[in-house]
């Protein structure tokens, strides 16, 4: 679950550390089903045998399959939210770095930051957190985001 803070302490949290998800296995399944999903069928992502010869070493993860699971690591403890909030919407990126390959088989989660809050009309706020996603039991993340979500609170 996201934490929940109210206006009056959201300010309080910038710059803070605002939660992490628990982790996800990155199957072989999951990564067939988004490359038909996405029309991404590129041997590296399916091939196991082929993938081997790679310096990867097997079959690695779509980055956007890894960047797409943001939103469910948000919802389950990396992420933070104004308490009141009736819709959140995805607002987009500042940043996106994709720093290491996920290899299937490994586990991924999110590690969240709250980097600023801006109210940009009345009761709807822009919120910019940094997303972390970790890889366990590597030191180089998968991934580094800026990621924007608007928030209208009723």
């Known amino acids: 679950m996201a934490l929940h803070l109210t206006l009056d302490n959201f300010q309080d949290h910038i710059g803070a ?3 992490v998800s628990p982790w996800v ?3 072989q399944d999951r990564v067939n089903a988004f490359a038909d999903i996405t029309v991404d069928h590129q041997f590296i ?3 196991a045998e082929q993938a081997a010869q790679t310096p990867f070493g097997g079959t690695i993860a779509h980055g956007f399959l890894i960047l797409s699971l943001l939103t469910h690591f948000a919802e389950s403890g990396a992420g933070t939210s104004i308490e009141g ?5 995805n607002y987009g990126f500042d940043r996106i770095r994709f720093l290491s390959p996920v290899r299937v088989g490994h586990r991924v989660r999110g590690r969240a930051k709250l980097l600023s809050v801006a109210e940009t009309k009345p009761n709807q706020f822009r919120i910019k957190q940094e997303v972390i996603v970790e890889i366990e039991g590597k030191d180089k993340p998968a991934l580094v985001a800026e990621w924007l979500t608007m928030a209208v609170v009723g």
């Open 25 to 27: 296995e990155i199957s």
């Open 17 to 19: 550390d605002v939660g």
């Open 85 to 89: 909030t009736v819709i959140r919407i």
């Open 45 to 47: 992502h399916l091939d």
